[in-house]
C-alpha cells in the first residue's frame, strides 16, 4: 500500500467544507413522498450533490426511478481491479413535533435538523471521502462509486433501480448512523397477509355460518406454536432468532352478522439465511398442513413489503478494511449486528458483500431532537478513505 498517498489524501479531507456542505443538505428538505404525502422527494438534494460532483471533475449520472425520487451517483477510477461502492441514503422521515427542522443549527459541536444523522451524514462523509481522493490528486487503488441514492425511508426505490440497472461492486458500505461501529449482519422483513374466508349467516344462527374470526382464532395461536420453535433453531450470532409477529387485524360485517372474512397482518423478521421468498413459502406450507373446519379457507397474500436479511463475513475482506480503517482512528470500533433494516439489503441481494457504517447514533435518527456530532463526521470520512486502501489489498 502506498501510505503517502492515504497520507496525502487524510490531509485533504476539509472539516469546514464538511459542515457547510452538510448544513446545506440539512436545509434542503427531502422528505420521503411515499410515506408522507407532501414530501418534496429527493430531487434537490441529487441536484446539489450531482453540481458537487463536477465541481470535483467527475461525470455524475442522475437516475429517476420515478418523478422526484432522484439519486446521484459518480465514479471516481482507480488503479486496481476492485471496485467499492459507498452508499447513503437522501430522503428522510416526517418532521412532526420538530421545532427547527431545517434550521442545521450548530452549538457544542454538533449540526442539528432532520437527517443531520440520518442520512445526511454518511452522504456527507462518504462525499468527504471521495472529495478529499479529488483534492489531494491521489488515484485511489480501487473505484469509488459513490451513490446518494432516494428512498430509503420506504422501499428502497432508488438503490434497487441502480441495482436492477446493473450497478456492481466487489463491496459496499451502506451509511447509516452506526456510531462507526461496523456492521455486518442484520435481519431482513416479509409484510403480508394471512386471509381467512367462511361463510355470512345471521348472528341469530350461527351454525349456518362459519365463522373467520373463530377461525383465525385457532389458526394464530397454532402458526406460532408450528414455527417458533423452528425459528429458534434458526438464531444468528449477531441477530438472534427470527421472529413472527401478528400486527394488525380486521374482519366482521355488523355485530349481527357471522364474519364471512378475517385477515391478519403479519412482519416475519428474518435471519442471514432465509429470504423473504423462503419464508413465504414456509408459512404457506405449515397453513397448508393445518386441519381446518369444514367450510373454511386461509390463504397467505404475497408479500407487501419485503427486504432481505444482510450477513456478510465478519472475516472477509470487506469487513476486515472497514474495521482496519475504523480502528486506525478509534481502536473501540467493533464488529456488531442491528435489528433495524437498510438499503444493504437490496445490494446483497446481488451477491456484492455489503456493510454498514457511519457516524451518528440511531437513538438520534426520526427523532424530535436530531443531530450529529461534527467530528464524528470528520472522523468516518478519514476512516473510509482509510478503508478505501485497505479493500485494496
Ligand atoms: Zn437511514
Given at each position: 500500500?502506498?501510505?503517502t ?19 446545506e ?16 422527494g ?9 453540481a ?7 461525470q ?22 476492485r ?9 428522510t422521515?416526517?418532521v ?15 449540526m ?14 462518504f ?18 462509486t ?7 425511508e420506504?422501499?428502497?426505490?432508488g ?9 456492481r ?6 451509511g447509516e ?7 455486518v ?18 348472528s ?6 362459519r365463522?373467520?374470526i ?5 389458526i394464530?395461536?397454532a ?10 433453531t434458526?438464531?444468528h ?39 423473504p421468498?423462503?419464508a ?28 432481505g ?23 473501540a ?24 457504517f ?36
Amino acid at each position: 500500500m502506498d501510505s503517502t498517498d492515504r497520507d496525502a489524501a487524510l490531509r485533504a479531507i476539509d472539516p469546514a467544507w464538511q459542515s457547510a456542505f452538510l448544513g446545506e443538505l440539512v436545509r434542503i428538505e427531502s422528505i420521503n413522498p411515499e410515506t408522507w404525502p407532501g414530501g418534496s422527494g429527493e430531487a434537490a438534494m441529487a441536484r446539489r450533490i450531482a453540481a458537487e460532483l463536477e465541481a470535483l471533475g467527475l461525470q455524475p449520472r442522475l437516475d429517476e426511478p420515478a418523478p422526484g425520487r432522484t439519486s446521484a451517483v459518480a465514479s471516481q477510477p482507480g488503479t486496481g481491479p476492485r471496485t467499492l461502492l459507498l452508499e447513503a441514503h437522501t430522503d428522510t422521515v416526517q418532521v412532526e413535533g420538530m421545532t427547527e427542522p431545517f434550521s442545521a443549527r450548530v452549538a457544542g459541536g454538533r449540526m442539528y435538523g432532520r437527517g443531520a444523522c440520518d442520512d445526511k451524514a454518511s452522504v456527507v462523509a462518504f462525499l468527504g471521502a471521495v472529495r478529499a481522493l479529488r483534492q489531494s490528486g491521489v488515484t485511489p487503488p480501487v473505484t469509488v462509486t459513490f451513490a446518494a441514492t432516494s428512498g430509503e425511508e420506504f422501499s428502497g426505490i432508488g438503490i434497487r433501480a441502480l441495482m436492477k440497472d446493473g450497478l456492481r461492486a466487489d463491496g459496499a458500505i451502506v451509511g447509516e448512523p452506526t456510531r462507526l461501529d461496523v456492521v455486518v449482519a442484520h435481519k431482513g422483513v416479509l409484510r403480508s397477509e394471512l386471509v381467512v374466508h367462511g361463510r355470512a349467516a345471521h348472528s341469530s344462527a350461527p351454525a349456518e355460518g362459519r365463522n373467520a374470526i373463530d377461525a383465525v382464532a385457532a389458526i394464530l395461536p397454532a402458526l406460532q406454536a408450528a414455527l417458533t420453535p423452528q425459528l429458534q433453531t434458526r438464531a444468528h450470532p449477531l441477530v438472534g432468532a427470527p421472529t413472527l409477529a401478528f400486527t394488525q387485524i380486521a374482519g366482521g360485517a355488523g355485530p349481527n352478522t357471522i364474519p364471512e372474512r378475517c385477515t391478519v397482518g403479519f412482519d416475519r423478521r428474518l435471519v442471514p439465511g432465509e429470504t423473504p421468498e423462503s419464508a413465504l413459502a414456509e408459512l404457506r406450507a405449515l397453513l397448508a398442513a393445518m386441519p381446518l373446519p369444514d367450510g373454511i379457507r386461509a390463504e397467505i397474500t404475497d408479500a407487501s413489503i419485503s427486504g432481505g436479511p444482510v450477513g456478510a463475513d465478519p472475516d472477509g475482506p470487506l469487513a476486515q478494511a472497514v474495521l482496519a480503517g475504523a480502528r486506525r482512528h478509534r481502536p473501540a470500533s467493533s464488529i456488531i449486528g442491528v435489528p433495524y433494516g437498510t438499503d444493504a439489503s437490496h445490494i446483497a441481494l446481488y451477491g456484492v458483500p455489503t456493510v454498514i457504517f457511519g457516524p451518528g447514533d440511531i437513538a438520534q435518527a426520526h427523532a424530535a431532537v436530531e443531530w450529529v456530532d461534527l467530528a464524528e463526521v470528520n472522523l468516518a470520512t478519514a476512516m473510509i478513505v482509510d478503508a478505501i486502501f485497505a479493500f485494496a489489498r
